[in-house]
Every structure is written in C-alpha cells, then in structure tokens.
C-alpha cells in the first residue's frame, strides 16, 4: 500500500533524484545514476521531489524540480519519458499508464466488521453489570465512559495495523494523525477522572498524607510497569541499555505532579461558589502553577543554547533543512535527555486548545512558531488534542448524559477501577501487540496472548472478525 510505479525511459544516460515532501527542506537523494531506463517505487502519502540530470555537457538544461514533482496516486504506473530537443534541452513528459485505485475501499471479507446495534449493545452492558448500579445513588458519567471506549477502539484497531492505511501511523515528527490521538486523549481521561475520586477522598474525610501516599505509590506503581515493558519481555536485561522513559513512565510522572498539586486545591462541589468562571476563580492557585509550567518549558525549548544547535530548533536532525542540524534531534528537549538519562537510556529512534494550536503552528505542518509534534509533545500539540478531547466529551455529555439523544453505544464501556486498570490495559495492549497471535509474517514462535478485557470489549461493542474461509464470533 500507498506505493506508486514510476517507469522513467530516456535517449541517454541520466540521473534520478527524489525526495518525499515529507522530509522538509531535505536535500534530493540520488535514487539512480547513469542509467537509461529505469523504475522508481515512490510513497504516495506525500508528494515526491522529482528531478532528472544528466552528466553530458553538451546538455543545455535538465528536468527541474518544479516540472517533475507531483503527488502520485496510490496503485498507480506513471511513465516518464526523456528524449533530447533539437536545441539541447531534455524534455520529460508525464504520462498515467494505469490509473490508480481507491484505497478506500471497504473490503468485507479481509476487514473488521463493527456492526452496531444501540439499544441491543446497551441492554448487554447494562445486564452485564447486574443490579449494582440500581445500589448505587448516583449514576455514572455515561459521556466520559463512552469517551474510554472510542479511544479504547481507536488504540486497538491503530495497535493491530490499523488495515495498513497511512494515517492509522504515527507521525514521522510533524504532523497529526489518529493514531496520534489516543496518548493524549487518554491523560486527558485521566485527568478528568482524578476530579471525582478526589471528590470521593474529601467526602470520606481522606487526611491529606493518605491521599499523597496513594498519589506516590500508584506513581511508582506505573514508572516501575513502564521499565518492565522497556524490557521488550527479555529474560535477560542490560540495565546499562535498557530505556528509561516511556509511555507508562510519562503518565506516572504526569499524574504525580499533576495530582499533587490539585491535592492541596482540591474542593468538593458544593463547595464551590457560582460564579460563571469558577473553574478559574477557585483554581486559581493551579492555574498560576501550570502556567508557571508552561512558562519554564517554553523557556527552556527556546532559550537553551544547545552546543552545535544553537537555540530554538525543533526539528529530527538528519537530512532536514539541508542537514544545518544533523546532529540535533529534537533540540532543547532531546539535549536534555540525552543529559539526564544517557544516550544508552533514551529511544534511539523517535518516530521522526485548538484555535491556539492553530496559532501556535501558524495552521501549517512545518512553517509554525511551534508545529504540532507528538514526539516532542510541543506546547502547539499539546494545546490541540486537548482542544480535540474537550470538544469531544463536550459533544457526548450533551448528547449522552444532557439530552439523552444517545445511550454511548457501541462505545460505551464503563471500567471497574478505572483508574488503577485503564491505563496499564492501554499500554500493555500497545507493547504486547507484535506478540500477540494475530500477528503474522514472523517465523519465530510467538506468544499466544489474549487479553481477556479485549474481548470483553469486542464483545460488548458487537465486533465480529470476518476471514476468507472463515468466521469467528467471540462469546
């Protein structure tokens, strides 16, 4: 998938230089030198640089950049054909040889079928759970349930390749795509979560030392879960290499200073006054230290003199901007792990609010004050998918829990002990992916792995996996 033929035939001897767009400012790399016919493999997510030279000097000009590059199309053969003008000039001509097909076509018998019934998948959830939600004085936030189970399906479906298309990849470094959407979504969860068992903590009459102690241990919890999945599931470990961030570590780090901050802030409901702003005016304290966050994190992108980077540089190093950075992966930020945990102790290989966002990013992929990236988690991507999160539990409260317009199904997926399992559940899932036996094209033995709350969860969002020659339903 997203590959294109390019058959390039000429009267003489050439040179082919491409380059995804995708590389911003990059150099063009020869793909081939001194030949006459030729066929090139581009990727179509992007639109290739195209240039074609020639070595004979009694050739007057060659095939520009700006006369060759084009977005190709999926499935396509495009054929490229060179030949020399009376006045000594080459002359490319574009032709479509065949023409490419839609790679958005549904394919019932190779893909996922999610076949949603509303009230059906409802009824199932509801008699799952039994008769301990009429016990229960209060009802559920149905929305924020709902909001779980669409990142839930999301990361599932990202985690088992997503069908193969583009955008169901991490970006390489700037740029959104969905699957970039469920880490954030998922603090942003998290976060949400932590105001109600809070509020449960000051009802009980919770001592604050308890609750700094729950705040510790589950921190600890977490960092140490996301060291042992760093282990690749290794029997043997070299803890002079083995990575020391990662995805669990950042939630615990996150939680840690973000819970214990609103620890000492932290108000039940009924307590709060009425004015209109009073997510601002009763909170102010944790909005001066956010911003004080926010502040020093900025400060420290731009202002830090890297040594051979210089200040402010954002990109992956390597071949981008003509390699003025080559050694500069991810400036300030990367400088500062590398300092603080090690070279051997950091990934080796990163995977290169919204009208504020928009701003900040200037609306563009690569031209903004601070672009939009994942890897780095810049202030601009930070500030987008919360901007996203918070429009879509907005969009379900009111439609779920305000209306009644909708019952969450075939999203909705209330957890028990949310707070403890969700989030191990979401990464074990992640890391454990290519050892799971659905994964094919190895062969080495793998891991027969089925995570029971998967298939609970396809269970109750009706998931049926439909195979040529074969179909299993889950129970």
């Known amino acids: 998938m997203d590959n294109a033929v390019v058959n390039i035939t000429s009267d003489i001897a050439i040179n082919i ?6 590389c911003y400012k990059c150099i063009l790399l020869p793909s081939a030198t001194n ?26 000009s060659n095939c520009s950049e700006k006369d060759l590059s084009m977005h190709f199309k999926e499935h396509g053969i495009y054929t490229i054909r060179i030949n020399v003008t009376a006045d000594a000039k080459l002359n490319c001509s574009v032709q479509l040889t065949k023409s490419p097909k839609s790679s958005f076509i549904v394919r019932l018998t190779s893909s996922t079928e999610i076949h ?32 779980r189970g669409i990142s839930i399906v999301i990361m599932v479906f990202v985690n088992y390749g997503g069908g193969g298309y583009w955008f169901f990849s991490h970006s390489k470094w700037n740029g959104l795509t969905v699957a970039d959407l469920v880490f954030p979504w998922f603090v942003f969860i998290m976060g949400t979560s932590m105001i ?41 470990v070299d803890m002079t290499e083995l990575r020391i961030p990662g995805v669990l570590q950042r939630f615990a780090v996150t939680y840690f ?40 994190h900025t ?8 040594p051979g980077c210089g200040k402010g540089y954002l990109g992956p190093g390597g071949l981008e901007n003509n390699s003025t950075h080559h050694n500069c992966t991810g400036g300030a930020a990367g400088y500062i792990d590398r300092q603080v945990f090690g070279e051997r102790h950091i990934f080796g290989s990163p995977t290169c609010k919204c009208l504020l966002a928009g701003i900040l990013c200037k609306f563009s992929k690569n031209d903004g004050w601070i672009p939009v990236n994942k890897n780095l988690w810049s202030l601009s991507f930070v500030f987008c ?42 990464w074990l899932h ?7 036996s659905f994964t094919s094209g190895s062969r080495k033995k793998q891991v027969s792995f089925q995570p029971k709350d998967d298939l609970v969860l396809l269970r109750e969002i009706h998931f049926r996996t439909s195979l040529p020659g074969t179909r299993k339903h889950y129970p």
């Open 116 to 147: 949603v019934s509303g009230n059906h998948a409802e009824a199932k959830v509801q008699a799952g759970r039994g008769s301990s939600d009429a016990k229960s004085k209060k009802e559920r936030l149905k929305s924020l349930d709902t909001f």
């Open 17 to 22: 230089l491409t380059q995804s767009e995708e």
């Open 385 to 426: 998918l919360g901007g996203f999160a918070f429009l879509l539990l907005c969009f379900c409260y009111l439609t779920i829990d305000e209306w009644k317009m909708w019952n969450g199904a075939p999203f909705y997926y209330p957890v028990k002990r949310t707070s403890r399992g969700q989030l191990v559940k979401r």
């Open 196 to 236: 109600y068992s809070f509020a449960s903590l000051l009802r009980n009459d919770t001592p604050k030392y308890k609750i700094f102690w729950k705040i510790f241990r589950r921190s600890c919890i977490l960092f140490i879960l996301g060291l042992v999945i760093n282990t690749n599931g290794s029997s043997s």
């Open 35 to 60: 030949v006459r016919n030729e066929t090139v493999l581009v990727d179509t997510r992007w639109k290739t640089r195209l240039k074609i030279t020639t070595d004979d000097v009694s050739i007057k």
């Open 299 to 306: 400060c420290l992108t731009f202002l830090l003199d890297v």
């Open 430 to 436: 992640e890391e454990t992916a290519n050892m799971t």
């Open 257 to 296: 200073i973000t819970a214990t901050v609103h620890m000492f802030v932290a108000k039940l409901p009924d307590t709060m006054t009425d004015k209109r702003f009073k997510d601002i005016t009763d909170y102010w304290v944790e909005w001066i230290i956010i911003s004080w966050l926010i502040l020093v």
